[in-house]
């Protein structure tokens, strides 16, 4: 995964599932967490009876891992998807809401983490008291929008926490001085998940787009807005101007084109009419002389410093300038129109059911086919968690993290470091120049297991006892957080996820893999199982992380975090060769059949990178810890055989054809299916263990095998 700057921007979930973490709790809570799959992973590691060997692993792997639970698993009803990683997440979810509710009794002062957290909960849980309100907490924003009399009123309603703009900024490092904060910006405002949801004109976008100016249409009407149909479609169309303005996502991902540092006075000429400035001091960034834009319409020698081609220019929008004339040009009307839409879909979870259920039956159902609505106590606890995440996550901790768990993560991140090592002193198409500063930046790797030092208390953020309140308020403290940044010393110590978060991250700023307690249970992470699923499984994510710093963006980034070109011209043409068959590999991955959306090479190329460097490490890191004795056999399977096969179990996902097809648009990661396949086919470990041969469905041929790192 990554982070803003290209690694906040796109810190999206890497997935998971498990269950070792209660045992150490069983003796101070015996409440019962449930899980629409079982939570099972057999003796040493591996659940055998969600296999399927009647299927060749040879012709597809992920079935021979996972066959019998794809076969029988059905979907719930209130998801979209899911597998080993909603599963973990669905324990994750459980015991915070034992914290949330141990909490609640007993009866905090509502002015401490403990108390904020209690009554952000129960708000939010108070569906009757929401409902009785109707739209009343909504109107003082709504009149706020409706104040709006100039381009400059609009500016300032723009840059207000709890209202859309297509100007999205946020305070992060410098990409090219790390030990910088600075305020960066980029397009946002969308409703809809990309730009190519706008422009596409299959059958299905068509409809989508039709279902959702019903949804627009119906806010407005909520809002009062008389000629709310009218106004709907004007909005749509401001929108898809905005999104032909915006940037492919595969394209954008390359940070040589997306670092854009420019003067105040060059963004305010760029702005044209727009305000600028008065945008900047609304959001408490009235004195920055610099920063980062991330859409400025690139040079042609920018384009080829990246590696682009023009069709890959052609993907991308007017950006900026195009944006600001955009919003200058378009009358005050529909800006209104927009923003109210906009406040009533990204609030309607505190606002009356009617609201809460539309927003629910477009986004949930017609976007990602979930036929039911997730219980509200579960929206409640991920609302808590977004709001108070790290008063929650010390209490987890506390709890659920046994120190056992640390140290060991801690050995198996040494040992996958030790494994990269000589990784690196093997690549045959890596000169010498390139690969002592590629140690250098592994070298400075610094990991981060379990939990920050130090915990958010959250002193200035005020809760009481409305749903909408609270929501705009947690929206507010968490930008002051943000903005007050500018002028201070990079803490490097900060941590981006908290610690009951099912996921893991690369940093290229701070050079830190990072890896929350949630994520280390099984199948990831188990301390009792057998080493080869360790390794496959927990290992394969490490090693996913650490070739984060070394996939086709986080490789432009040095040990230090610096944004600059540290690879000799040759290594880096051999380096492009090898992402690049590796993105051709991936390109002909199309689950849902011809004409439909096939996995985007491009796109999801740092995160295959990852996968498959991850797992080549982990592998390497597994052989080197068995010190040139054989492992053992466990049930007829080989040590080899039960390392890969941790790395299937650990990609069992099942997922519905609406969220598929969203995914492949808009998700930087392969599905989980081809997660489990795709390295695989790579590794001639595989084909050893498995008996894989040319005959069979997954096979490439030895030369069209890729190996990175």
Wanted: with cysteine.
């Amino acid at each position: 995964m990554a982070m803003k700057s290209n690694f906040l921007k796109s810190l999206l979930l890497l997935g998971a599932a498990g269950s070792l973490a209660l045992a150490s709790a069983s003796a101070q809570d015996e409440r019962v967490i449930e899980t629409a799959s079982p939570d099972y992973w057999g003796d040493w590691g591996i659940d055998l009876t969600a296999m399927d060997k009647t299927v060749d692993p040879g012709d597809d792997f992920f079935l021979y891992a996972n066959g019998t639970w794809f076969k029988e698993f059905e979907i719930p009803s209130d998801r979209s998807s899911y597998g080993a990683f909603h599963l973990l997440g669905e324990k994750s979810q459980q015991q915070t809401k034992f914290i949330i509710e141990d909490l609640a009794a007993e009866m905090p002062d509502a002015k401490t983490p403990s108390g904020k957290v209690a009554s952000f909960y129960n708000a939010f849980m108070d569906v009757d008291a929401i409902n009785e309100k109707g739209m009343a907490p909504a109107e003082p924003y709504l009149k706020k929008i409706d104040s709006i009399r100039n381009l400059k009123s609009l500016a300032k309603v723009f840059g207000q926490p709890g209202y859309s703009s297509p100007f999205t900024a946020f305070v992060f490092t410098d990409d090219k001085d790390p030990d910088t904060y600075i305020l960066q910006m980029f397009i946002g405002g969308l409703g809809l998940p990309d730009r190519e949801y706008y422009t596409k004109d299959d059958e299905t976008s068509v409809e989508l787009r039709e279902k959702y100016v019903s949804l627009l249409t119906f806010m407005l009407e909520q809002a009062g807005e008389e000629d709310a149909a009218s106004k709907a479609a004007d909005v749509m169309a401001l929108e898809t101007k905005i999104a032909k303005a915006d940037w492919d996502r595969a394209v954008s991902r390359n940070a040589e084109i997306t670092y854009n540092k420019l003067e105040v006075k060059d963004f305010e000429d760029m702005a044209d009419d727009f305000p600028v400035k008065t945008f900047l001091k609304e959001i408490g960034a009235g004195k920055v002389k610099n920063l980062l834009v991330t859409e400025i319409p690139p040079t042609d020698e920018e384009l080829d410093a990246a590696g682009l081609t023009a069709e890959d220019a052609a993907k991308l929008g007017g950006g900026y300038p195009e944006v600001f004339q955009i919003t200058a040009d378009t009358d005050l009307d529909t800006w209104k129109a927009y923003l109210k839409a906009h406040f009533l879909i990204d609030h309607a979870s505190v606002l009356p059911s009617e609201i809460d259920e539309a927003v629910f039956e477009f986004f949930g159902t017609a976007l990602r086919g979930t036929p039911e609505q997730r219980p509200r106590w579960k929206r409640a606890v991920s609302a808590t968690e977004n709001a108070l995440g790290e008063a929650i996550g010390a209490a987890y901790v506390e709890r659920y993290f046994p120190p056992e768990n640390k140290a060991a993560m801690d050995e198996l991140v040494a040992n996958l470091r030790t494994a990269m090592h000589a990784n690196l002193e093997d690549l045959e198409w890596m000169g010498e120049e390139t690969r002592v500063l590629a140690k250098d930046k592994l070298d400075k790797f610094n990991p981060k297991v379990g939990y920050p030092d130090e915990f958010e208390t959250y002193a200035s953020m005020k809760v009481t006892d409305d749903a909408l309140s609270n929501a705009i308020s947690a929206s507010a403290f968490g930008w002051k957080e943000n903005i007050e940044r500018l002028g201070k010393d990079v803490d490097k110590n900060e941590w981006f996820m908290t610690p009951q978060t099912v996921n893991a991250y690369y940093n290229p700023a701070f050079n830190e893999i990072v890896f929350p307690a949630a994520i280390l249970q099984p199948p990831f992470f188990n301390i009792s199982a057998d080493p080869a699923v360790n390794y496959g499984a927990i290992g394969g994510v490490i090693g996913h992380e650490m070739g984060h710093g070394f996939d086709d963006q986080g490789s432009k980034y040095d040990g230090d975090g610096v944004l600059r070109n540290w690879w000799s011209e040759e290594d880096l043409a051999a380096f492009r060769d090898l992402t690049s068959a590796l993105a051709a590999q991936y390109d002909e991955f199309c689950p849902l059949g011809e004409g439909e959306p096939c996995v985007n090479g491009k796109l999801s190329l740092g995160e295959n990178i990852g996968d498959l460097g991850g797992l080549s490490l982990a592998y390497r890191a597994y052989k080197l810890s068995l010190d040139g004795e054989e492992a053992p056999v466990i049930d007829g399977f080989t040590g080899d055989q039960r390392f890969f096969m941790a790395w299937g179990q650990v990609w069992r996902t099942k997922v519905r054809d609406e969220a598929m097809r969203t995914h492949l648009l808009t998700g930087p990661h392969s599905p989980g299916y081809f997660r489990a396949n795709g390295p695989v086919r790579n590794m001639d470990a595989w084909y050893n263990a498995f008996g894989v041969t040319e005959d069979d469905d997954l096979y490439l041929p030895p030369e069209e095998r890729v190996s990175i790192w």
